[in-house]
């Protein structure tokens, strides 16, 4: 019973867990209410959890908006049209709940496939900015949608997570308030973190085996030939 409730034990580190991920939800959620710094804030979730995944967490307040700051114009770069796509689902979710007949089959079956695609893609945009230092913005998209397509079902996996919350509050608006301001972004990040943390393994430089379906892709972004740099 004693080890449960030591510093080092199960019930210590869960509840640690928590509080921080009930920490970083109000921070991303402020950080986002500009709206056009919500992809930088999303970023920023990203990398703190990834650093609690890999328990190279510390000052995860200074660690947030250390990683705000340094990508605060890719942020915004790839954030801008995945808000205008967002704007566009709610819109079209919002026709038909209400409007159904406006909108006909055909058009609803190409919105939400292409919407598709692009959540499998969006998945992993934001996790390669928090990690890889590319050249160009276009780099991370085109990378997030080769990973999508090499790790099918972890990006499944992933979207189902990010989608969940936004399932959850379409359904329960009143009910699930309080859950997504508590821990309604954190968590879902800090999951996915654990999903991509292998696959960053196998990407950074440092490791010398580096798998076939992912050496083409760090060739294509780096004129070099070498592994992406990662960003501190």
Not at 157 to 171: C, G, K
Not at 200 to 217: H, I, N, Q
Request: with cysteine; charged share 15%; glycine share 4%.
């Amino acid at each position: 019973m004693r080890s449960i409730f030591s510093i080092d034990g199960p019930l210590y580190k869960f509840f640690g867990t928590f509080a921080n991920l009930v920490i970083l939800n109000l921070i991303a959620i402020l950080c986002c209410l500009p709206l056009i710094t919500a992809g930088a804030s999303l970023t920023a979730l990203h990398y703190v959890t990834f650093k609690m995944v890999r328990n190279e967490d510390d000052h995860i307040v200074r660690q947030f908006f250390k990683a705000f700051k340094d990508n605060i114009k890719q942020g915004i770069l790839l954030w801008i049209p995945l808000l205008l796509l967002l704007m566009a689902l709610v819109f079209d979710a919002w026709l038909l709940r209400y409007a159904p007949d406006t909108v006909p089959k055909v058009f609803q079956f190409v919105f939400f496939a292409g919407l598709f695609v692009i959540l499998l893609v969006a998945v992993w945009v934001f996790p390669l900015l928090m990690h890889f230092a590319y050249p160009r913005t276009t780099d991370y998209i085109r990378n997030g949608f080769l990973l999508s397509l090499s790790h099918l079902p972890r990006t499944l996996l992933m979207a189902a997570i990010t989608v969940a919350p936004l399932f959850f509050a379409y359904v329960e608006p009143f009910r699930s308030a309080i859950w997504l301001l508590a821990i309604g972004l954190s968590l879902p990040v800090w999951l996915k973190s654990w999903l991509y943390n292998s696959v960053f393994k196998k990407l950074e430089p440092e490791e010398e085996e580096e798998s076939e379906e992912v050496a083409p892709l760090l060739q294509e972004t780096d004129p070099e030939g070498t592994a992406p740099e990662t960003q501190e």
